[in-house]
Protein backbone atom coordinates (compact mmCIF):
# COMPACT_ATOMS: atom_id res chain seq x y z
CA UNK A 1 0.00 0.00 0.00
CA UNK A 2 0.93 3.36 -1.00
CA UNK A 3 3.52 5.13 2.18
CA UNK A 4 2.88 8.62 3.74
CA UNK A 5 2.81 11.48 1.39
CA UNK A 6 3.91 14.72 1.95
CA UNK A 7 3.26 18.20 -0.29
CA UNK A 8 5.01 20.13 -1.38
CA UNK A 9 8.32 18.44 -0.47
CA UNK A 10 10.23 22.04 -0.86
CA UNK A 11 9.54 25.52 -0.19
CA UNK A 12 11.13 28.59 0.33
CA UNK A 13 9.02 31.66 2.03
CA UNK A 14 9.67 34.98 3.21
CA UNK A 15 9.36 36.09 7.13
CA UNK A 16 6.42 37.22 7.93
CA UNK A 17 4.17 34.95 5.79
CA UNK A 18 1.96 31.84 6.27
CA UNK A 19 2.66 28.75 5.27
CA UNK A 20 0.31 25.24 5.12
CA UNK A 21 2.03 21.65 4.81
CA UNK A 22 -0.14 18.90 3.56
CA UNK A 23 -0.20 15.36 4.98
CA UNK A 24 -1.80 11.97 3.60
CA UNK A 25 -1.69 9.21 5.76
CA UNK A 26 -1.33 5.58 5.32
CA UNK A 27 -4.30 4.44 4.42
CA UNK A 28 -6.49 2.98 7.61
CA UNK A 29 -4.27 5.16 9.63
CA UNK A 30 -6.26 7.44 11.94
CA UNK A 31 -3.90 9.29 13.84
CA UNK A 32 -1.29 11.77 12.29
CA UNK A 33 1.56 13.53 14.22
CA UNK A 34 3.69 16.49 12.77
CA UNK A 35 7.87 16.67 13.74
CA UNK A 36 10.00 19.06 13.40
CA UNK A 37 13.48 18.80 12.56
CA UNK A 38 16.25 21.34 12.89
CA UNK A 39 20.24 20.69 13.54
CA UNK A 40 20.45 22.42 16.02
CA UNK A 41 17.14 21.13 18.14
CA UNK A 42 16.83 17.88 16.72
CA UNK A 43 13.37 15.88 16.04
CA UNK A 44 10.85 17.69 18.18
CA UNK A 45 6.99 16.69 18.61
CA UNK A 46 4.74 19.50 17.60
CA UNK A 47 1.15 18.10 17.74
CA UNK A 48 -1.01 14.54 17.00
CA UNK A 49 -4.40 14.47 15.63
CA UNK A 50 -6.72 11.26 15.85
CA UNK A 51 -10.20 11.22 14.44
CA UNK A 52 -10.11 15.23 13.65
CA UNK A 53 -9.15 16.16 17.02
CA UNK A 54 -5.92 17.33 18.71
CA UNK A 55 -4.96 14.70 21.02
CA UNK A 56 -1.48 15.60 22.12
CA UNK A 57 0.20 19.01 21.98
CA UNK A 58 4.30 20.20 22.18
CA UNK A 59 5.88 23.19 23.63
CA UNK A 60 5.40 25.44 20.34
CA UNK A 61 4.03 28.85 20.11
CA UNK A 62 0.90 29.26 18.46
CA UNK A 63 2.02 30.33 15.35
CA UNK A 64 1.65 26.32 14.80
CA UNK A 65 -1.35 25.15 14.54
CA UNK A 66 -2.88 21.91 12.48
CA UNK A 67 -6.24 20.28 11.73
CA UNK A 68 -7.07 17.00 10.38
CA UNK A 69 -10.31 15.99 7.97
CA UNK A 70 -12.31 13.24 7.76
CA UNK A 71 -10.59 11.28 5.68
CA UNK A 72 -7.31 11.35 7.82
CA UNK A 73 -5.41 13.63 5.79
CA UNK A 74 -3.94 16.50 7.84
CA UNK A 75 -2.54 20.05 7.46
CA UNK A 76 -0.29 22.09 9.47
CA UNK A 77 -0.23 26.08 9.47
CA UNK A 78 2.36 28.18 10.33
CA UNK A 79 1.80 32.03 10.41
CA UNK A 80 4.36 34.79 10.91
CA UNK A 81 7.31 33.01 9.57
CA UNK A 82 10.53 33.60 11.24
CA UNK A 83 13.74 32.80 10.16
CA UNK A 84 14.54 29.77 12.91
CA UNK A 85 11.07 28.20 11.45
CA UNK A 86 13.22 26.83 8.56
CA UNK A 87 13.00 22.66 9.30
CA UNK A 88 12.26 19.73 7.94
CA UNK A 89 8.77 19.14 9.01
CA UNK A 90 8.03 15.80 9.14
CA UNK A 91 4.59 13.81 9.51
CA UNK A 92 3.95 10.23 10.72
CA UNK A 93 0.93 8.14 10.77
CA UNK A 94 -0.07 4.89 12.89
CA UNK A 95 -3.24 2.80 13.01
CA UNK A 96 -4.35 3.77 16.83
CA UNK A 97 -2.93 2.98 20.52
CA UNK A 98 -0.51 3.91 22.29
CA UNK A 99 3.02 4.02 21.21
CA UNK A 100 2.25 2.22 18.04
CA UNK A 101 4.94 1.68 15.05
CA UNK A 102 5.03 5.06 13.26
CA UNK A 103 5.75 5.34 9.68
CA UNK A 104 6.77 8.90 8.62
CA UNK A 105 6.60 10.61 5.34
CA UNK A 106 9.80 12.24 3.12
CA UNK A 107 8.90 15.21 4.65
CA UNK A 108 8.80 19.20 3.75
CA UNK A 109 12.06 21.19 3.57
CA UNK A 110 11.08 24.94 4.76
CA UNK A 111 13.32 27.44 4.13
CA UNK A 112 12.64 30.58 5.64
CA UNK A 113 14.60 34.07 4.16
CA UNK B 1 8.42 12.57 30.69
CA UNK B 2 10.71 9.44 29.99
CA UNK B 3 14.06 10.57 28.67
CA UNK B 4 17.01 8.98 26.70
CA UNK B 5 20.57 8.98 26.84
CA UNK B 6 22.60 7.48 24.63
CA UNK B 7 26.06 7.57 22.76
CA UNK B 8 26.12 10.36 20.05
CA UNK B 9 28.45 8.06 17.52
CA UNK B 10 29.51 4.66 16.81
CA UNK B 11 31.80 3.27 14.53
CA UNK B 12 31.93 -0.17 12.96
CA UNK B 13 33.24 -2.24 10.17
CA UNK B 14 31.11 -3.98 7.45
CA UNK B 15 30.26 -7.53 8.43
CA UNK B 16 30.37 -6.73 12.23
CA UNK B 17 27.40 -6.85 14.95
CA UNK B 18 26.80 -3.66 16.53
CA UNK B 19 25.19 -2.85 19.89
CA UNK B 20 23.99 0.33 20.46
CA UNK B 21 22.74 0.77 24.59
CA UNK B 22 20.00 3.26 25.15
CA UNK B 23 19.36 4.99 29.18
CA UNK B 24 15.71 5.54 30.09
CA UNK B 25 16.30 5.54 34.05
CA UNK B 26 12.58 6.68 34.28
CA UNK B 27 10.27 4.75 31.78
CA UNK B 28 6.77 4.03 33.13
CA UNK B 29 5.28 1.14 33.57
CA UNK B 30 3.62 1.24 30.98
CA UNK B 31 6.09 2.63 27.92
CA UNK B 32 7.38 0.28 25.72
CA UNK B 33 11.10 0.56 24.22
CA UNK B 34 11.31 1.65 20.10
CA UNK B 35 14.05 2.48 18.12
CA UNK B 36 13.77 4.24 15.04
CA UNK B 37 16.48 4.74 12.34
CA UNK B 38 16.80 7.76 10.03
CA UNK B 39 19.05 8.90 6.95
CA UNK B 40 19.86 12.61 6.11
CA UNK B 41 16.61 14.38 4.67
CA UNK B 42 14.38 11.38 5.10
CA UNK B 43 11.81 10.36 7.93
CA UNK B 44 12.69 8.24 10.38
CA UNK B 45 12.10 4.20 10.35
CA UNK B 46 10.97 1.77 11.99
CA UNK B 47 13.26 -0.84 13.15
CA UNK B 48 12.29 -2.66 16.55
CA UNK B 49 9.80 -2.49 19.75
CA UNK B 50 10.07 -4.45 23.10
CA UNK B 51 8.38 -4.30 26.31
CA UNK B 52 10.77 -6.82 28.55
CA UNK B 53 13.30 -9.76 28.05
CA UNK B 54 13.91 -9.90 24.00
CA UNK B 55 12.71 -9.26 20.62
CA UNK B 56 13.77 -10.00 17.37
CA UNK B 57 12.71 -9.20 13.86
CA UNK B 58 14.35 -9.80 10.35
CA UNK B 59 16.86 -6.60 10.55
CA UNK B 60 17.66 -6.44 14.52
CA UNK B 61 17.13 -7.46 18.18
CA UNK B 62 16.86 -5.75 21.14
CA UNK B 63 17.65 -6.82 24.85
CA UNK B 64 15.66 -5.20 27.68
CA UNK B 65 17.04 -6.43 31.40
CA UNK B 66 14.71 -6.99 33.57
CA UNK B 67 14.68 -3.77 35.53
CA UNK B 68 14.10 -1.81 31.60
CA UNK B 69 16.10 1.11 32.89
CA UNK B 70 18.29 0.64 29.68
CA UNK B 71 18.04 -1.07 26.33
CA UNK B 72 20.59 -2.73 23.60
CA UNK B 73 19.67 -2.86 20.02
CA UNK B 74 21.82 -5.37 18.16
CA UNK B 75 22.56 -5.12 14.34
CA UNK B 76 24.32 -8.33 12.95
CA UNK B 77 26.23 -7.66 10.14
CA UNK B 78 26.33 -4.48 9.20
CA UNK B 79 26.94 -2.87 6.01
CA UNK B 80 27.49 0.25 4.89
CA UNK B 81 24.05 1.27 3.98
CA UNK B 82 23.46 0.67 7.79
CA UNK B 83 25.73 4.09 7.91
CA UNK B 84 22.39 6.51 9.95
CA UNK B 85 21.45 7.78 13.11
CA UNK B 86 19.71 5.35 15.49
CA UNK B 87 16.80 6.96 18.23
CA UNK B 88 15.77 5.24 20.75
CA UNK B 89 12.40 6.46 22.23
CA UNK B 90 10.26 5.74 24.96
CA UNK B 91 6.51 6.15 25.39
CA UNK B 92 5.60 9.54 26.99
CA UNK B 93 3.97 7.24 29.66
CA UNK B 94 0.22 9.15 29.13
CA UNK B 95 -2.32 7.25 27.74
CA UNK B 96 -3.47 6.51 24.34
CA UNK B 97 -1.11 9.21 22.73
CA UNK B 98 1.35 8.68 19.74
CA UNK B 99 4.18 11.64 21.07
CA UNK B 100 7.39 10.44 20.31
CA UNK B 101 10.33 12.13 22.00
CA UNK B 102 12.94 11.41 20.37
CA UNK B 103 16.76 12.40 22.14
CA UNK B 104 19.80 13.34 20.17
CA UNK B 105 20.28 9.78 18.50
CA UNK B 106 23.57 7.53 18.00
CA UNK B 107 24.85 8.32 14.46
CA UNK B 108 26.42 4.90 13.59
CA UNK B 109 29.32 5.08 10.77
CA UNK B 110 30.26 1.87 8.95
CA UNK B 111 33.26 1.91 7.09
CA UNK B 112 34.48 -1.03 4.63
Known amino acids: KAGVTQTPRYLIKTRGQQVTLSCSPISGHRSVSWYQQTPGQGLQFLFE???????NKGNFPGRFSGRQFSNSRSEMNVSTLELGDSALYLC????????????FGPGTRLTVT | LAKTTQPISMDSYEGQEVNITCSHN???????ITWYQQFPSQGPRFIIQ???TKVTNEVASLFIPADRKSSTLSLPRVSLSDTAVYYCLVGDGGGATNKLIFGTGTLLAVQP
Open chain 1, 49 to 55: YFSETQR
Open chain 2, 50 to 52: GYK
Open chain 2, 26 to 32: NIATNDY
Open chain 1, 92 to 103: ASSLAGYSAEQY
